[in-house]
């Protein structure tokens, strides 16, 4: 006699099923290099409570009650599974995915590593697995929200409309020793004034000094994203000067018999507008300024300045244009 199901209940069975593939276990870190228990107790804290990717978690408990069912003692190894083991795993039928990690100890850094298994096969999934290295658990309590992201287990970063300005990338010749600060605090001053939340420049620094980040000039789109997480902000705006110069142009005026200089000040380059959650560039805002000095001498006294007054009095004329045009592609 074949037993039938009541419908309600058919459905039950069926969404129960469904939702169960849903489910992912935090299996315990490994330890490697002198990392305590303490520590250990507290990183697993740490995955358990930022893990989400519309996952239901599952309990220790109830984790260590499944692997005891087939046979595990303990979770140490399970990223290391021979095919006899991964066929044992397979006999899980509650659980999608088992984070395993380990983290250790090199001198005075954390040496840390996130993996997911398929529980049906056993398996690493070969593109949801990341490494990185911090110096304490706070930094890696800031990190861990975005390294989860990268595999999938993360809840998006709330936009916060926060910006941060990094100090230009140089690659004029011969620029000169305040070309750097002078652009980054006239742009930010500018941009701040139009009302655009922005992270303070000398805060920035001091994170980055922090966290042991020096040039920028050649960095990969995970360092910004990190720099992001660091500085608890969405986009990070990233200036590029290619060209600056202040070139001085004699030229012999004959109906008065003088020799006359002219000064002018050329600017060129871009500003990076890069989104923290990538890393990767979002927009391009090319920039190509020029100033000619006649009209400023006209209206300053200029009987003294050096080549460093004309240049600094430059940069701050042609800022707002640069700073207007930012403020526009970001729409703020």
């Known amino acids: 006699m074949i037993r039938k199901i009541p419908a309600i209940a058919a459905v039950c069975m069926l969404f129960g099923a469904l939702f169960s593939a849903d489910r992912i276990a935090i299996a315990e870190p490994a330890a490697k290099g002198g990392v305590t228990p303490q520590e250990i107790e507290t990183f697993?804290?740490?995955?358990?409570?930022s893990v989400d990717g519309g996952y239901e978690l599952v309990s220790r408990s109830a984790l260590k009650q499944m692997l005891a069912e087939i046979g595990f003692t303990d979770n140490s190894g399970l990223a290391e599974l021979n095919a006899k083991q991964?066929?044992?795993?397979?006999e899980i039928r509650t659980v999608k995915y088992i984070l395993v990690s380990t983290i250790g100890k090199f001198g005075r850094r954390l040496n840390l590593s996130l993996s997911l298994i398929?529980?049906?096969?056993?398996?690493v999934l070969p593109d949801r697995k990341v490494t990185d290295t911090v110096g304490t658990l706070e930094e890696l309590a800031d990190r861990l929200p975005g390294l989860l992201r990268e595999i999938g287990l993360g809840t998006e970063a709330k936009k916060r409309g926060i910006y941060a300005m990094l100090h230009p990338?140089?690659?004029?010749?011969?620029?000169?020793?305040?070309?750097s600060a002078s652009f980054s605090s006239g742009l930010e001053s500018f941009l701040l004034g139009k009302g655009m939340r922005l992270q303070n420049l000398k805060t920035v620094d001091s994170i980055l000094r922090k966290n042991g980040i020096g040039s920028l000039d050649a960095a990969e789109p995970a360092l910004f994203a990190r720099i992001g997480e660091l500085l608890r902000v969405d986009s990070l705006i990233r200036p590029e000067i290619t060209r600056f110069s202040v070139t001085v142009k004699r030229e012999y005026i004959a109906a008065s018999k003088r020799t006359v200089e002219r000064r002018i000040c050329n600017l060129d380059g871009e500003i990076r507008i890069l989104s923290t959650g990538t890393g990767e560039v979002v927009a391009v805002i090319p920039f190509r300024q020029k100033i000619d000095f006649d009209d400023v001498e006209a209206k300053e006294d200029t009987d003294d300045w050096t080549a460093e007054d004309y240049g600094k009095y430059a940069v701050e004329q042609l800022i707002p244009a640069?700073?207007?045009n930012v403020f526009r592609a970001i729409g703020r």
Not at 118 to 123: E, F, K, L, N, P
């Open 44 to 49: 697993w804290g740490m995955l358990e409570s």
């Open 86 to 90: 991964k066929a044992k795993l397979g």
């Open 118 to 123: 398929d529980a049906s096969t056993g398996d």
């Open 169 to 179: 990338v140089i690659t004029a010749k011969n620029p000169p020793d305040y070309l």
């Open 322 to 324: 640069i700073g207007e």
